[in-house]
């Protein structure tokens, strides 16, 4: 696992930017190979994806593994983003509710 002992400092593990405006949402989903799927709805019309994988030696940290951003998700700010898993779904501020099948390539 990546998690920390009780007790411990947190410190930074990752840095991505995703989006070009505020965050509206987030999800994230452990994968079946445990990866982290992380998904984030945007006040700039975008959908943004990031894969977080865990290395273990020589002691547990969190890594980027790809990132993708999908810039005309919504004709306006996404206000929502929900994983059920294949499938991302995203309600916009344009009244449209989206389902989106994710592959582990997509990002």
């Keep these: 696992t990546c998690a920390?002992?009780?007790?411990?400092?947190?410190d930074l593990q990752a840095r991505a930017t995703l989006l070009d405006a505020?965050?509206?949402d987030l999800d994230v989903h452990l994968t079946g190979r445990?990866?982290?799927l992380v998904a984030?709805?945007?006040?700039d019309h975008a959908l943004a994806l990031a894969v977080l994988g865990c290395d273990t030696e020589?002691?547990?940290r969190l890594r980027l593994l790809g990132s993708r951003r999908f810039p005309s998700a919504?004709?306006?700010?996404?206000?929502?983003?929900r994983?059920?898993?294949?499938?991302?779904?995203?309600?916009?501020?344009?009244?449209?509710?989206?389902?989106?099948?994710?592959?582990?390539s997509e990002c």
């Design 40 to 43: 984030a709805a945007g006040d």
């Design 83 to 104: 994983w059920a898993p294949p499938h991302l779904v995203s309600l916009g501020l344009d009244r449209r509710l989206r389902v989106w099948e994710v592959g582990h």
């Design 58 to 60: 020589p002691s547990p």
């Design 22 to 24: 505020g965050i509206n």
């Design 74 to 81: 919504h004709n306006s700010a996404v206000r929502a983003v």
């Design 34 to 36: 445990g990866e982290l």
């Design 4 to 10: 920390k002992g009780s007790g411990e400092a947190a």
